[in-house]
C-alpha cells in the first residue's frame, strides 16, 4: 500500500531554503515512530536536504539522473513506478510505502495512494516550497496525534491519517494516540 507522510503548515508551506521551516521534536518523533522499519521514497532534492540514509528504513531516490551516486545505504529508483516496485519487492508483508517528498512526488504518488498521513502546524509560514491542497473527498479520516504549543514546539500541530474509503474502516490507519 502506497502512503504519504508530510507535514504542512495552515497555508500549505512544507519547506524553506531546503529545510523545514519549524522544529517540532515530537511531531518528529510521530514521524519517526511511522515510517520506521518501512520503506521510504524521495526526491532528489528532499535526499539532498540530509544527504545520508534515514536510519532504520529502505531509502529510495528517485532520480531522472542515470550516473546518480548517493550515500551508501540508499538505493536509486528513475521513476516513481519503479521505486514502488522495489519497495513492495523487499518488503512483501503488505505494509505501506511512503512516499515522503517532495512536491511532485507527493502530486503524483497521491493517485495511487490508500493512506496520507497529514500533520497541520497551526501557523501560517513563510517559505519557498509549498505543497497544494489535496482533495480527500471520498476518504475517511481520523486525528491520530494533536499537540500543543509549549516550551519546545513554538506551534501546536495535529496528525489526521486519511484513507481512501472502503466501507465503513479507516484501513491503514491507526488508532488515535492521547498526548497531554
Known sequence: ????????????????????PWRLPDEFAHFKRTTMGRP???GRKTYEDHQSALPGRLNIVVTRDRGYQPAEGVEVAHTLESAIARAEQQH??????????GVGLFQ??????GTV?????????????????FDFSGWTSNVIE??????????AWTAT???RELGSATPGCPEPSHTD
Open 1 to 20: 500500500m502506497l502512503a504519504l507522510i508530510y507535514a504542512r503548515s495552515e497555508n500549505h508551506c512544507i519547506g524553506k531554503d531546503g529545510r523545514i
Open 40 to 42: 521510504i521514497i524521495m
Open 92 to 101: 512483501r508483508d503488505g505494509g505501506p510505502v511512503f512516499v515522503i517528498g
Open 108 to 113: 503524483r504518488a497521491f493517485e495511487q495512494a
Open 117 to 133: 498521513y497529514e500533520t497541520v502546524v497551526h501557523a501560517s509560514i513563510d517559505g519557498d516550497t509549498y505543497l497544494p491542497p
Open 146 to 155: 494533536s499537540h500543543p504549543a509549549d516550551d519546545r514546539h513554538a506551534f
Open 161 to 163: 491519517c486519511f484513507a
